[in-house]
Nanobody, 124 residues
Framework: QVQLVESGGGSVQAGGSLRLSCVAS????????MGWFRQAPGKQREGVAA???????NYANSVKGRFTISQDMAEGTLYLQMDSLKPDDTAMYYC??????????????????WGQGTQVTVSS
């Protein structure tokens, strides 16, 4: 059973930084993709960034140049470094895992396992 547990959310002023973590256990796939998604109140879930098990990455246009996805496979941890945060980045952030795809996908439908989320609030 795959379990994903996010942490690192919080409140920050615009222009600040946060690093989200997602600890994964019980991997289902020998090759996989993992992604970060976000959902603001009243909006659809949006893919932010994705990474494959062999390190290929993909980003939503809205976060390119500001966010960086990475992973520590030895620790089973996925990260999202978020810099130059904007109020529009305010949302619940989720990590997810799914079967391998290249390039890694930022579509929610491509993912099977989801964490419970961590809240990010950016004030102006």
């Amino acid at each position: 059973q795959v379990q994903l547990v996010e942490s690192g959310g919080g409140s920050v002023q615009a222009g600040g930084s946060l690093r989200l973590s997602c600890v994964a256990s019980g991997y289902q796939y020998s090759r996989y993709q993992m992604g970060w998604f976000r959902q603001a109140p009243g909006k659809q879930r949006e893919g932010v960034a994705a990474i494959t098990s062999n390190g290929a990455t993909n980003y939503a246009n809205s976060v390119k140049g500001r966010f960086t996805i990475s992973q520590d496979m030895a620790e089973g941890t996925l990260y999202l470094q978020m810099d130059s945060l904007k109020p529009d980045d305010t949302a619940m952030y989720y990590c997810a895992q799914g079967p391998y795809h290249w390039p890694p996908q930022t579509m929610a439908g491509a993912y099977v396992y989801w964490g419970q989320g961590t809240q990010v609030t950016v004030s102006s």
